[in-house]
């Protein structure tokens, strides 16, 4: 194990840490202000912050001198830096891709990062408060120190407050910072590694060999580092079996038991957390999905993995029952989690189905795993910190996941609209394409070319981030390859940065000739239907002027109808009284 990478010589002179802390400060001041009279307001929040930080770790540790011969450049604070490192331009690079404003979110991560280092710290000195005899250890990062979860839950809560600012949704947010926490899970797991802590319970006999390899942690050589002597898995071991075989197997080894390489089992589930997620965003169904999906996967693995672990830093509470009740019961938990939760995000019914099965597996073979012999003692335990907020976030992101789905169901366009991002990076979004618009408007700004009627070759470049596609005020006359005059050639664009603002434009130009395509064709189809419309309506109005017609005709029927049966009645009322005119005749006649 490596505790120190290497070392950097200096002179034999005490230099105070403060001074250090103090030039810090002063820059952050001084870039706040600068921000302050750009309005730029996260910028200068996030100098101002910066400054107060230094401030009080430099009074903190106002009488901590440097008087070593040699700097020591420790394992773990160089994978923590590196692991922010990697942190930065991966969200940077996906909160661009998303439309979110690019300034803003870099504010934002640096705010985030410190707040999750800080609150790392303070859940670990909240869990082990012996290892703390003075103020200054509180600042001693050297040994490592810091709760991953500690530094979820600070993270989340410093991006809410700050994004509450700049009225940006919280979930764009967190969608595109999770993936930096698993390549920070990656990263800085292997300084775990290399430092020793962290480290799991013994291996069995029948492990392979090369997991007993990687398990054995030596022990380190006197004033390796200012405090404590040998690895913490060495130290402990040699604590837990003294006087006896195991113990005296220790000493002649000079090194630990093997035991479970669980630095590097997290290492690895950063990977593959990594992967899970980058492969989710192409399938994206709602803002919040890629965040929770992280949530219950980290959480449910890690409670795996603390049941491994057997460093005595992680802190424990709850009730103290059976090991096999305990953990087989959290398991069924995360399994009902998963199935009314997160295996909605499944598209295949039958991979679903077959997911939601197998999510109970873990729990019946903890239960048998552990479940005591037959009248025998079970082992009493508390969940450990970790595994108790892994837990409870679980279930909170499973019943979110459910509810947002179901919107998403409903309203699949809306759920991934640019709406979601929040009002302040709408208005961010708009003012960036305001100001380039202006420029590309600008007759003095633009490059004098000569139309010779050619167009464009095509160019497969596309913008990274998807408001591209809303920078509609082009010049057209940019959309046509044009010669240089000959007094220009040697105005001609030659660095990077202009040919990448040409591919930019380039890209910008087809999508909007596509749009341009789109819209007509839309046109197109609009004016078809209009007129299918008016056919209809010709058709319709036709109709009822024949309806109209044949109710006249017969009306005029019915008349004719009524008007003959009248004829008829007044005929027969002739013949009648012809009848009794002959009878009266007849009568008459007989009379005579």
């Known amino acids: 194990m490596h505790p120190i990478l290497f070392r950097i010589p200096l002179p034999h002179m005490p230099i105070k840490l403060w001074w250090g802390l103090a030039l810090v400060a002063a820059i952050s001041v001084i870039y706040g202000l600068y921000a302050r009279r750009k309005a730029d307001n996260g910028s200068f929040i996030g100098g101002i912050v910066v400054a107060l930080i230094c401030g009080v770790a430099g009074f903190a540790l106002k009488d ?34 998303d ?123 006197d004033q390796t580092l200012a405090s404590g002597s040998g690895s913490p898995a060495y130290v402990r071991h040699l604590e837990l079996f003294r006087g006896t075989p195991l113990g005296s197997e220790v000493v002649s080894s000079n090194a630990s038991l093997p035991v479970h ?78 199935t009314f939760g997160i295996a909605l995000g499944i598209k295949d019914p039958a991979k679903r189905t077959v997911a939601r099965v197998l999510s109970f597996v873990p729990a019946i073979v903890a239960f048998v795993m552990l479940r005591p012999a037959s009248f ?31 919107e998403a169901r409903k309203n699949p366009a809306g759920a991934m609209s640019k709406a979601t991002l929040g009002e302040g990076a709408a208005k961010e979004t708009k003012a960036a394409d305001g100001d380039d618009s202006e420029t590309d408007n600008d007759p003095d700004k633009l490059p004098k070319l000569e139309d010779d009627g050619e167009v464009e070759p ?3 470049t596309r913008a990274e981030a998807p408001v591209s596609k809303a920078l509609g005020s082009k010049k057209k006359g940019l959309k046509k390859k044009a010669k240089p005059r000959a007094a220009d050639v040697d105005d001609e664009p030659k660095d990077e940065d202009e040919k990448a603002e040409s591919k930019d434009e380039k890209a910008e130009s087809k999508d909007e000739k596509a749009e341009s395509k789109d819209e007509k064709a839309e046109s197109k189809d609009e004016k078809s239907e209009s007129k299918d419309e008016e056919a209809e309506s010709k058709d319709e109005k036709a109709e009822s002027k024949d309806e109209k017609a044949e109710s006249k005709d017969e009306k005029a029927e019915s008349k004719d109808e009524k008007a003959e049966s009248k004829d008829e009645k007044a005929e027969s009322k002739d013949e009648k009284a012809e009848s009794k005119d002959e009878k009266a005749e007849s009568k008459d006649e007989k009379a005579d």
Not at 137 to 158: E, H, K, M, P, S
Not at 380 to 390: A, E, F, P, R, W
Request: proline share 4%; glycine share 10%.
């Open 99 to 221: 439309g979110l404003p690019k300034e803003t979110m870099a504010n934002c991560y640096v705010i985030v990062a410190l707040s999750a280092v800080v609150a790392s710290r303070l859940l670990y000195i909240v869990t082990n408060p012996d290892e703390f005899k003075q103020l200054a250890d509180v600042w001693d990062l050297r040994r490592g120190g810091l709760v991953a979860y500690g530094g979820f839950v600070g993270g989340f809560i410093a991006s809410w407050a700050y994004l509450k600012t700049q009225k940006i949704n919280l979930m764009p947010w967190a969608d595109v910072a999770v993936p930096s926490l698993a390549s920070g899970l990656l990263v800085t797991r292997i300084g775990c590694y290399l430092f020793g802590c962290d480290f799991g319970k013994r291996l069995s006999d029948t492990a392979p060999g090369f997991l007993k390899k990687l398990g054995t942690f030596p022990h380190w050589p």
């Open 458 to 460: 095509g160019d497969e």
């Open 64 to 97: 901590t001198k440097l008087e070593a011969t040699s700097l020591p450049i420790y394992s773990y604070g160089v994978m923590l830096g590196l692991s922010l490192v990697v942190g930065w331009y991966l969200t940077l690079t996906l909160a661009e891709r």
């Open 376 to 406: 025998g003692k079970s082992e009493v335990v508390q969940l450990s910190t970790s595994q108790g907020i892994g837990l409870a976030s679980a279930l909170l992101c499973a019943f979110y996941y459910a509810k947002l789905w179901e």
């Open 261 to 338: 390489p669980t630095q590097l089992y997290e290492s690895l589930t950063g990977l593959f957390l990594l992967g899970l997620l980058l492969w989710q965003r192409k399938n994206q169904k709602f803002r919040g999905q890629i965040f929770f999906l992280f949530t219950f996967t980290y959480g449910a693995i890690r409670f795996v993995l603390e049941v491994l672990r057997d460093d005595t830093e992680r802190g424990s509470f709850g009730p103290a029952i059976g090991e096999h009740w305990l953990i087989a019961g959290s398991l069924l938990l995360f399994a009902i989690a998963f």
